[in-house]
């Protein structure tokens, strides 16, 4: 039996802020969007219940807890992934990663098979070449034209400490897994069950139907990889998902535990 515990993990030269419900039941590691904080899972985890141990944490620079850091790259935040696990004796979880968390949970479910007991992928992971230099150009400018109002906001969490060429970096640098030639093979080597909950409509800075051409890239993955599956298209857009369809999450990772 574990006990309740939250606190902050130390990992390189930062410290994260890690929520861990303990008890008995299958470890579930949430990892969150890009900017976002571990608050975005409490309906999913309600959903879920106590029979479950939900371990959540922010990120480097996210939320109001965690730390800054020199380092805010992709492979960083996997390396959190193995921190936070083995800083909560962790060996083996279910991982429920949504948008760039579903990014982060792909890889390491790839990279861990033995240590993955299934993945949960939330409208993320998407094999797409959507990043080009008109692309790259926008994230820039979009990224510096809302600094002015994140600012005050990062106090309360709502708004990541990083500046806005930090935040525009990390995004372009997603831009750069996701693409096919990046992100298919990772997918391809997933060897746990895998499902995605696929989300409708827009995100953040997105325009028309750029998104559902991004998520129609996965259906040649469901095609190579028969431990791979769509869950759930819900109705809900990639901002609201998780809190407009916590159910259909939380019934994704019932079937993969299953």
């Known amino acids: 039996m574990t006990a309740q515990w939250t606190g902050m993990v130390t990992v390189e030269d930062t410290a994260l802020a890690v929520t861990d419900t303990g008890g008995t039941g299958i470890p579930v590691l949430y990892l969150n969007g890009q900017f976002a904080t571990q608050g975005y899972w409490g309906r999913v985890i309600a ?6 141990r939900h371990i959540t944490y922010d990120e480097r620079a996210r939320g109001r807890k965690s730390k800054r850091s020199a380092d805010y790259s992709f492979e960083a935040a996997v390396r959190d992934v193995d921190a936070v696990l083995a800083a909560r004796n962790v ?12 990014v982060v949970a792909a890889h390491w479910a790839a990279r861990n098979p033995e240590r993955t007991i299934g993945a949960v992928l939330v409208d993320g992971a998407f094999p797409h070449d959507w990043l080009d230099d008109a692309m790259e150009l926008r994230i ?3 990224f510096k034209r809302i600094s002015w109002f994140t600012v005050p906001l990062r106090a309360t969490g709502l708004a990541p400490r990083m500046s806005a060429a930090e935040q525009a970096e990390s995004n372009i640098e997603l831009g750069k897994l ?7 093979p990772v997918l391809d080597d997933i060897k746990v069950q895998t499902r995605y909950v696929v989300a409708s409509g827009t995100s953040f800075g997105s325009k028309g139907d750029e998104q559902e051409q991004i998520r129609a890239s996965l259906d040649q993955v469901l095609e190579r990889n028969p431990n791979i599956k769509i869950s759930a298209k819900v109705a809900s857009n990639h901002g609201a998902i998780l809190k407009k369809d916590a159910a259909a999450i939380a019934r994704a990772v019932r079937e993969v535990a299953a």
């Open 47 to 52: 959903d879920l219940g106590p029979q479950w």
């Open 91 to 102: 060996d083996r979880a279910l991982v429920v990663g949504w948008s760039y968390g579903a």
């Open 140 to 142: 820039r400018k979009l």
């Open 178 to 184: 996701s693409r096919e030639r990046e992100m298919g």
